[in-house]
């Protein structure tokens, strides 16, 4: 069965401590996204990479990283210098080109100590 | 700058009719999206509108007015599983998804 998986589901982290979110997909898309959800909010987009080894900032990037080594694999991490990171992160992935439908994994809930 | 419009929660009763607005002002228009978002889960995709007009899939409709700037989903012979949060995102000039906050809809016995 094809999909996208995010691990783990749920994470907790001290402050100041890096952590990293892992997203992997057997669709053969060549898109990749990273989303972050805060209740009452609307999905925000942190990064995003529409081909292997390359990668462009969303609206959010400030104290995360990413890397798309691989066409399956774009995680994330959640560095020490984001000031409020305790969030649902969304990975997802969709076909390159125009029709935009995106997939998604069933998220990972950080909750910072 | 980009903005997308849907209210914040709605309630209705199981077996009845309801009808989600989304309105958007967005650089450029490119398609606009329904997903539905169980609590907790990930978001699943409902419909895909780029033309004016009405597309019907089952239980749930979608409807766009590209001159308007506004959408609807519409969801007949409501069931208690259909209690999720409804997210409207419009695809923009430069083929990203701009996301709206989602409506919350509450359905009553």
């Known amino acids: 069965d094809g999909g996208i998986t995010q691990s783990p589901k749920y994470l907790f982290r001290k402050e100041g401590q890096n952590v990293t979110l892992s997203c992997e997909q057997n669709?053969?898309?060549?898109?990749m996204y990273w989303y972050r959800q805060d209740p009452g909010q609307g999905l925000r987009l942190i990064y995003y990479?529409?081909?292997?080894?390359?990668?462009q900032k969303g609206d959010i990037a400030e104290g995360y990283s990413v890397s798309r080594e691989k066409k399956e694999s774009f995680p994330l991490t959640v560095t020490s210098a984001q000031k409020n990171p305790t969030a649902f992160y969304l990975c997802?992935?969709?076909?390159?080109?125009?029709?935009?439908?995106?997939?998604f994994g069933p998220g990972t809930r950080l909750t910072v100590l | 700058g980009q903005n997308i419009d849907q209210p914040t929660e709605m309630t209705a009763t199981e077996g009845a009719i309801v009808q989600i607005n989304c309105t958007y002002q967005?650089?450029?228009?490119?398609?606009l999206f329904w997903y539905q978002q169980h609590a907790g889960e990930a978001p699943t995709f409902l419909s895909y509108?780029?033309l004016d007009g009405l597309e019907e899939k089952g239980r749930f409709s979608s409807f766009l007015s590209r001159s308007k700037g506004y959408s609807y989903l519409l969801l007949k012979e409501l069931q208690m599983k259909d209690s999720a949060s409804y997210l409207c995102?419009?695809?923009?000039?430069?083929?990203?998804?701009?996301w709206g906050a989602g409506t919350k809809l509450i359905i009553k016995p």
């Open positions: 997802a992935s969709s076909i390159a080109g125009e029709y935009n439908e995106q997939f």
């Open positions: 669709l053969n898309h060549d898109a």
């Open positions: 990479s529409q081909i292997v080894n390359d990668f």
């Open positions: 967005t650089s450029g228009f490119n398609g």
């Open positions: 509108n780029v």
């Open positions: 995102a419009v695809l923009d000039s430069n083929y990203q998804l701009i």
